[in-house]
């Protein structure tokens, strides 16, 4: 059986995303961001935060894959879903869950610029540093992790342990 090494209590959780929810207020105050969540891994994340902002914001969903039942990124970005809401001229949030090697936040990154928005930053609830290939700036992060692969709140393993309402380390 794989352990689960406790990373952060739902209490931590809650914390660390109201304090970025005022920043994100305050950075956006008089806008009307949209934030681009990339499915599945961040819609738990993408649900909490939403509710903890104080400013207008729309919503659309991406979803891109390139992990099998793998725990490392191929680099090799497929989109299965695309953006339904017409972005251009608008600000943009991608919302992600974690940020690996980079890779394919800097694909989501140039499909998003395509459409001739008018800003695009960066929202992880997870920054993972050790195998970061891609140069990109993370605007927003909950919280910065060295190593490991992470679980629950939304973050899964071959589709398991999403509905863990705490995150954890998996220890294969
Ligand atoms: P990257 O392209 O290597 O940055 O990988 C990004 C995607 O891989 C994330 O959006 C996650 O879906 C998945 N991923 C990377 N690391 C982890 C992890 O520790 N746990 C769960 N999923 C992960
Ligand atoms: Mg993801």
Known sequence: MPDLIPVLTKDEIERKISSMARRISYDYKDREPVLVAVL???????????RQLTIPVKI???????????????????????????VKDKDLLIIEDIVDTGLTLS???????SFGPESVRVCTLLDKLERRKADIKIDYACHVVERGFLVGYGLDYAEDYRYLPEIYHLKL
């Open 107 to 113: 694909w989501i990154f140039n499909y998003l610029q």
């Open 40 to 50: 599945k891994g961040a819609f738990v994340f993408l649900s909490d935060l939403i």
């Open 60 to 86: 659309d969903f991406i979803r891109a894959c390139s992990y099998g039942s793998d725990t490392s990124s191929s680099g090799n970005i497929q989109l299965t879903k695309g953006l339904e809401i017409d």
